[in-house]
């Protein structure tokens, strides 16, 4: 770059070049050949469509880089390739025409390659084809002779092995040097020549053929192969009971690893936040200050950086699936079960992800190029239980459920049926819904499922660890700075309004309640946990613990919980569960954490032995407010697990289904259909619950 | 008239046209799927649909309902060229 004695940089205008191309020619690797990471990633004006833009400088010329959307033709089907047509066309907002146009053409399908590349040189614009996948051509005995197929095209067509960069600077040459081309010989005669009998749509893809089919004729030479190695793989890999073997343990392996694998990543990531804080602690007095920074901002970044390890974990395997071309494979073994919801194979990744966690998962479904299938996998995956809900269930069906066995089997017991019809529960109703949406919300034309199934590749390092990067870092940018805001709002909603006075009358109150009820209770077991309780509350922990319990139910949120109490009590709960439904909303793993404080028991870790049995201890004492009735019966923790299990009660899983959908509509709308569907399926199992169980 | 849903894995059939308009008629064209081309059906999905396709020299996947709309020219038989052994792979009910 030249500077000028005033300082100012005096170069060149950028050249803006467009990198067109089919789906899984190599694209991408291309990019980073050329241009290294991206320098700008970020949506196009109006779409959720990505708009990657990467800046280098060759012979002295600064040029940009647009890596437009995979795309087939130039009528587009999809909003992705929407996007890439109507950049070329400079019919883009705010995006004039690109100087230059990169087609990149694969050498093992130049067949059908060279459909979206004769169209596009039929634009005008100064054009290079840049042929990938030489190699991988070789090994199929295809031969592809570049200075002819250049003659053929009126354009530039350079070679290129883009992992191992042979040949980028010959195309980074041949890009600054590109001319308008001619117009292709015989394209138009061909097209020209079709039956008008055909219909219009056909009309163009059978003269484009046509004219394609003797442009390599001469130029692919095929030397015969025996059997290729794709050939092998595809045929135990998409082999009936050998594909699907495979599939299930690749699977397992995605599933178990963002599962069992993050949690001590996770685990990390929270006592490296905890300790912190706790530094944090300890150098700011006490006061709304400290426990802002602390409880709001610290504990807010702590739970958005906790779900990196998942979101880092599933992109590396979707990058590397993707990169080898099992990921279509998985979704043609899997497409027939998703049909009959009206998804496709597509979605079966982003909905198992789910399982895990929805927030990776909801990510995934950029894998979905479909938009209409993307969406609705997104809303039906904070259907699939999270882990997040499983320390609900599992407190839950271990203090509440009889632990006996069924029909005489001794292994097969009631909590672990409860457990897996939680489970089932989350996918059944997603499929309900499913069946529901795309009969009503998302009615229309079926869309075109007509997938390819790429050669198997080596999967580039580079491009995986980029693909992780990106992910990572669209979650931390763009919905990260949303769940932190939303953290501090409800640090704020939980410790305000700060009435002492109301806090103290609520002590008392306690205290005077378990006097009340000690004096008149026969039950030995009870007298004695209740005489705990009371004297708990003489000691400065006991009484602390309270204080902040009592502070939780006389905060906003408690209020709310009291406010909403009429709603809740049909599901058989008292005001402090619809508390603690209500103030889980920051996340879900919070709940148990939540129903410490309420009943009084301070900061527990219930996922600890001791932490587990003392809120066990607790909720099995509770009862109704100036009664004797205890709250947690068989009926209440089922109708608590079945609200957990369907709810939307997840701030950081909306903030993404906004971020993912470009919109606050979905993320408000599916809160409300999930609320909406938790409590009903809450109301039916408490009240058929009690029916038949008393 | 035969579609291209009622050809046997392993076997070729030529195609005589697509039928319909729509996007996915569209797509298929593009695709390759061009009245004259060869296509092979190479196997199906585990539960029948979709199918896996071969046509100018690659790889892909429809559904069986639309296969429904290429129609072909009565079947070549099993082809011996490329994917040589595939037609002692799979054979699967329809």
Redesign the interface.
Known sequence: MNVTAAGVAESPPPLTVALLGNPNTGKSTLFSALAGIPTRVGNYPGVTVEEKVGRFVHAGRPIDLIDLPGTYSLSPKSPDEKVAVDLLRGRLAGMPAPDRIVIVVDATNLERNLYLASQAIEIGLPTVIALTLGDAAADRGIEVDAAELSRRLGCGVVPVVAPRRQGITRLADAILAALPPRQPEGLAAALAAVDPAQPPTAREAIGRYAWIERVIEGVVRRRPVARTIDDRIDAVVTHRVWGTLLFALMMLAVFTSIFWLSAPLMEGISFGVDTFAEVVRGLLPEGAVRSLVVDGVIAGAGSVVVFIPQIALLFFWIALLEGCGYLSRAAFLMDRLLVGVGLSGKSFIPLLSSFACAIPGIMAARTIENPRDRLLTILLAPLMSCSARLPVYLLMCGAFVPNVPLAGIPWLRLPALVLASLYALGVIVAALAAFVLTRTVFRGPPQPFVMELPGWRWPQPGIVLERVREATWSFLSGAGTTILAMSVVLWALSHYPRDEAAVEAEVASERTNLRVRLEGEADEATVADLAAALEALDTPEGLDAARRGAAQRCSFLGLAGRFIEPVVRPLGWDWRLGCAAIASFPAREVVLGTLGVIYNLGDVDAGSEEGGTALVRRLRAATWDGSRRKVFTLPVALSIMVFFALCAQCSSTLVVIGRETGSWIWPLASFSAMTVLAWLGALVTYQVGTFFGG | MTSLKEVAIGSTAEVE??TG????????????I??G?LITV??A??????L?LEV????????RS?AARVAVFPSLGARST?????SV??S?PR
């Open positions: 046209l697509i308009s729509d996007p996915t008629s569209e797509r298929l064209l593009e695709m390759g061009t009245p081309v190479i196997g999905a585990p539960l029948g649909c979709p896996e100018r020299g690659y790889r892909l996947s429809i559904r639309d490329r994917a040589g052994a595939m792979r799979r699967l």
